[in-house]
């Protein structure tokens, strides 16, 4: 059973920076494609950054520039570099596996950009 667990989220000022770490259980890790997704107040889950097998990867326009995705395939680990924020920022981070048509989601983590 795949579990994965986020953290690293808290309080920080526009401008500022968080690292956020994904630890998931299991043995599929390193075959699935790893996303960070992100849900503010009042609006729709989007998808934040997205790391295939291949380490090639995808941003949310929004977030480019600021944002680095990467993964520890030997420690089960993601993370999310997130730099220069802003309070448009402010959300839930949630961490994501998708493995052939399976997707695994955790029980995300509170960013909130403010002053």
């Known amino acids: 059973q795949v579990q994965l667990v986020e953290s690293g989220g808290g309080l920080v000022q526009p401008g500022g920076s968080l690292r956020l770490s994904c630890t998931a259980s299991?043995?599929?890790?390193?075959?699935?494609?790893m996303g960070w997704y992100r849900q503010a107040p009042g609006k729709e889950r989007e998808l934040v950054a997205q790391?295939?097998?291949?380490?090639?990867?995808t941003y949310a326009d929004s977030v480019k520039g600021r944002f680095t995705i990467s993964r520890d395939n030997g420690k089960n680990m993601g993370y999310l570099q997130m730099n220069s924020l802003r309070p448009e920022d402010t959300a839930v981070y949630y961490c994501?596996?998708?493995?052939?048509?399976?997707?695994?989601w955790g029980k995300g983590t509170l960013v909130t950009v403010s002053s």
């Open positions: 994501n596996l998708l493995y052939f048509s399976t997707v695994y």
């Open positions: 790391m295939r097998i291949s380490g090639t990867s």
């Open positions: 299991g043995s599929i890790f390193r075959a699935a494609t």
